[in-house]
């Protein structure tokens, strides 16, 4: 949705309003959010009263527009800036909102986000790329593996498909192993640098390609140029929000994943606007 139509939508409420329930009830069928039963009855305040189990519920009942205070037409504005990356503090600015309030919007969209993605996701395969990074401040010191103070993040990057990157609490074989099995299918072709952890990648049922940094690049099709084509797309963005706190930095980096995997898709807008109206429980 572009700006001007953005506009006109939440220069009134109910069309505001409108506008998320017809994202909730895409089918145009209203369902209880407790026990899936449809054709509920309407009750006089506008609620409605499942026929099943007898719970009382509304449009949004269970759904991630329900964790906060917020209405229709200012959660359209702050999925929009949201859409357009800006951090919330400059989106409370340009948008005339108090700054809590975006940044409450902001975090329930990508703790939405997060969600969606653990429960939704399908193993990778065919060829992947396997690498690791360190997020952080500058700091003086050693940089890359063994820098003090950094976050290490794994990531795995199906070619020509979707990424997934994880916080680990370290680089050790274990770490690494353990999510790779948990996300790759067996018989997949990994790609890697030369570290040493990747070496039991055989053992485990995978084909290990491997490219030796200090000599070159790529060698045909052995590289891992497009997770590092990820890192530097993800550090690029994290910049302007001037420091992530440890706690928060997860949300942040599935942020990341979530708008790479996206990249193409010039309807994030609707994306965004059917995942916060999806019940929580029912999600993905």
């Known amino acids: ?3 001007f139509n953005l506009a006109k939508l939440i220069s009134r409420v109910k069309a505001s309003h409108r506008h998320l329930i017809r994202c909730r009830w895409e089918r145009g069928e209203k369902t209880c959010p407790f026990c899936r039963r449809t054709k509920p009855y309407v ?6 009263r499942c026929r099943r189990c007898k719970n009382n519920f509304s449009d949004f009942t269970g759904t991630w527009l ?11 504005v702050i999925i929009k800036i949201f859409e357009m990356e800006l951090s919330a503090r400059q989106a409370a600015r340009q948008a005339n909102l108090n700054y809590k309030t975006v940044a409450r919007g902001y975090t329930i969209i990508r703790q939405a986000i997060v969600f969606k993605t653990d429960r939704s996701f399908a193993k990778l395969s065919g060829e992947v790329e396997a690498d690791e990074s360190y997020f952080g401040g500058r ?24 990424i997934t990157v994880s916080v ?32 039991t990648l055989m053992t485990f ?14 060698k045909g099709p052995v590289y891992i140029n497009g997770l590092e084509g990820f890192w530097s ?19 942040y980096l599935k942020e990341m994943e979530f708008r790479y995997n996206h990249r193409n898709n010039n309807k994030m807008f609707n994306i965004l606007c059917s995942l916060l109206t999806k019940p929580v429980e029912l999600s993905g």
């Open 43 to 48: 009750l006089a305040n506008g609620r409605y």
């Open 66 to 76: 329900h964790h906060a205070r917020i209405s229709a037409a200012q959660w359209l």
């Open 233 to 251: 797309y993800a550090k690029e963005r994290l910049i302007k929000f001037h420091g992530v706190s440890q706690h928060r930095f997860p949300l």
């Open 139 to 162: 700091r003086k010191g050693n940089r890359g593996r063994g820098a003090a103070g950094k976050v290490p993040v794994f990531g795995l990057l199906e070619r020509n498909g979707r």
């Open 168 to 199: 680990v609490p370290d680089v050790t074989r274990e770490s690494l192993m353990n999510l790779t099995i948990k996300k790759v299918r067996f018989g997949s072709i990994i790609y890697t640098d030369k570290y040493r952890t990747y070496d």
């Open 205 to 218: 049922g995978y084909k290990h390609r491997r490219i030796d940094h200090q000599r070159r690049f790529a």
């Open 1 to 3: 949705m572009n700006i």
